[in-house]
């Protein structure tokens, strides 16, 4: 029975591989909390060996996205916490601007799921007149977020947060006004790319990295490592935002100084 089945059982060791191979995703990197989705799921379905549950995934691309859509939960907005993004624009932008000028300033949504914020910072770059030739990079463990990030075509409720006027600049309607379409000129300022937080190492000449509501889940090794990657990735007075429940408790023994509320500074 699933409920017997502990955690670190050989049977679960060779789910946890045979995820790892198929997706990319390191369950051991993660709480408990994501064992227990992951039997959630299994007790959703019926399934009582994860054998079986593997045999389904990797054959029913259904069930494969439904197990990614529940343990990574893509779920995002546009300029998700206003205020953050009130602060972005008056206070960090502006700063990096004064800093290092218009033209390469390298900006990335790490963690980016359905494409709501890469392209919220693709609007900010645009009305900050930010250069066109440094793309926003976004990027996400789940090709299948990514794939709908590209598309770029919201529902009427995703866009409750971005204001009126830009709105009206930034997108197209179609059905009728139930889907918003994201317009060219903010599509070509994001690049795509799939990559793993966890595993996989990042280019050092970052501005401004957000990284919301993507850690929850980790451990708080992982976390940590994270940040420590993530100092490493941005360039001396470049900023971290996280998400507003991810407080960096010790980003001081990282390297980090704080900026603001759930903002951090490279020295
Ligand atoms: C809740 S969404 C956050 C979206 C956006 N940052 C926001 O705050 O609205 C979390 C995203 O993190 C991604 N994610 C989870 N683990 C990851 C990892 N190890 N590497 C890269 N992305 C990961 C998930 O696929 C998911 O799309």
């Known amino acids: 029975m699933i409920e017997k089945t502990i955690y670190d059982s050989p049977e679960y060791d060779v789910f946890k591989n ?11 990197s993660y709480k408990n909390q994501i064992h227990r989705r992951v039997h959630m799921l299994m007790q959703r379905w019926n399934i009582s060996s994860y054998d079986a549950y593997f045999k389904t995934i ?14 990574t939960i893509n779920v995002s907005e546009f300029f998700r916490n206003a205020n ?7 206070v960090v932008i502006p ?21 709501e914020e890469p392209y919220s910072l693709a609007i900010l770059s645009i009305e900050a007149k930010l250069s066109p030739q440094t793309p926003v990079l976004a990027s996400d463990i789940d ?7 590209k598309r770029g075509h919201y529902l009427k409720r995703q866009l409750v947060n971005v204001p009126r006027e830009l709105v009206s600049r930034y997108f197209t309607t179609a059905d009728g006004g139930e889907t918003y379409l994201v317009n060219s000129e903010v599509k070509a300022r994001v690049s795509f790319q799939r990559l793993n937080l966890i595993e996989d190492s990042f280019s050092d000449d970052f501005d401004l990295i957000l990284c919301r509501n993507v850690v929850i889940y980790f ?3 992982t976390k940590t490592a994270l940040y420590h990657k ?12 996280v998400g507003s429940t991810e407080q960096i408790f010790d980003y001081r023994k990282i390297g980090f100084e704080s900026a603001g509320a759930f903002l951090y500074q490279r020295p």
């Open 18 to 28: 045979g995820v790892k191979k198929l997706t990319g995703l390191d369950l051991n």
């Open 219 to 221: 451990s708080s090794e």
């Open 58 to 71: 990797k054959e029913d691309d259904g069930k494969l996205r439904e197990f990614l859509d529940y343990l």
């Open 143 to 149: 090709q299948g977020a990514i794939a709908i990030a």
């Open 230 to 241: 993530f100092l490493r990735a941005l360039r001396p007075g470049g900023y971290l935002l």
């Open 84 to 90: 953050k993004w009130n602060e972005l624009r008056d």
């Open 95 to 115: 700063d990096l601007i004064r800093t290092r000028g218009r033209k390469q300033l390298k900006i990335w949504s790490a963690g980016s799921a359905t494409g």
